[in-house]
């Protein structure tokens, strides 16, 4: 793997490899057995906000032996309208890896095609691969698998995250349902696109969270929706609350990518009930990430 630009380029035996390696440096940390990014340095360049990616990152390849530096687009000139495919020839010749989160994807696929070095999406308006790597280790850790799971996304059916989910349902084979409002759900052209049985979408958010093992939910507004006061109105019934989580089955779990907008697409109680999942959701970026850094070095 030279790159992880999507989940959709990825394959079931590259996430299961993943998932097997940071449940190793996770049981490593502070001990590492190598050191794969000594005498790198990489480039974190970011157009929106972040913490968990942001510091995720940060520590990931400092703890490999690397260095890195975040460069916010409003410091370079990135920022004044420098083409991306210019930048990504300068910092290829400078830089080892270079992790980006911005708007388009096609952004990054430039990186990587120009810059020639390592490039990893830390989140497009089109996926967020880092997180559903650390989604799965998750599953993996509080259930012992995703085999034989129904896992729910409810919530905004068509960003990124939803469509890195799904991605990861066709090569694992998990039963996974969509519900979102009808105007928030995938379009037929990408569904064809996957083609995968085992993925289905439903406006009924009930009807979805019955016999559900993971109930997974994420702000109905991305970054850079925000104020879409009108996309908001229609996500009412699609709160993650007590009264929709008893149709799940027993021992279900809650994820959460955050951030959390608490009482909108979560409640204050679920989300504190959940927390300690949700907050092992977070911390599985840094053993996910540095998973992923790792199969790149190699
Ligand atoms: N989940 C996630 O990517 O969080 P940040 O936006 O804080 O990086
Ligand atoms: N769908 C969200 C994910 C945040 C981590 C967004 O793009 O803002």
């Not at 992880?4 to 057995?33: D, M, Q, Y």
């Not at 300068?90 to 994807?105: D, S």
């Not at 096609?106 to 790597?133: K, R, W, Y």
């Not at 907050?279 to 790149?296: D, G, S």
């Amino acid at each position: 793997m030279n790159h992880l630009l999507s989940i959709e380029e990825l394959n079931a035996e590259l996430l299961n490899e993943l998932v097997s390696s940071a449940v190793k440096l996770k049981a490593e940390r502070g001990n590492p057995s190598s050191l794969p990014l000594a005498g790198q340095t990489w480039a974190m360049i970011f157009t929106k906000s972040s913490t968990r990616t942001r510091v995720s990152f940060e520590v990931g390849v400092r703890e490999l032996g690397g260095s890195i530096m975040f460069l916010s687009s409003n410091d370079i000139q990135l920022g004044r309208g420098e083409p991306i495919k210019d930048t990504a020839r300068v910092l290829g010749r400078m830089v080892h890896g270079c992790i980006i989160r911005t708007f388009a994807q096609q952004d990054v696929v430039d990186f990587s095609e120009f810059g020639n070095i390592p490039t990893i999406n830390a989140l497009t308006d089109e996926e967020h691969p880092c997180q559903i790597l650390a989604d799965l280790l998750t599953v993996k850790e509080k259930l012992g698998t995703w085999d034989d799971k129904k896992i729910v996304f409810i919530g905004d059916g068509d960003n990124n995250m939803s469509r890195s989910w799904i991605w990861a349902a066709k090569y694992l084979g998990f039963e996974l349902v969509i519900a979102a409002p009808k105007n928030c759900q995938p379009p037929a052209e990408f569904m064809n696109k996957v083609n995968a049985d085992n993925v289905t979408l439903t406006d009924d958010p009930v009807a979805a969270c019955k016999n559900a093992d993971i109930i997974n939910t994420d702000v109905w507004l991305s970054m850079g929706q925000e104020g879409q006061a009108e996309k908001e109105a229609l996500f009412g019934a699609y709160q993650v609350n007590s009264e929709l989580l008893s149709h799940a089955n027993d021992g279900h779990i809650v994820l959460h990518c955050l951030p959390a907008y608490r009482d909108k697409e979560i409640t204050e109680e679920i989300l504190e009930l959940h927390a300690n999942t949700i907050f092992q959701q977070a911390e599985n970026r840094l053993h996910a990430q540095k998973a992923v850094l790792a199969m790149i070095a190699n």
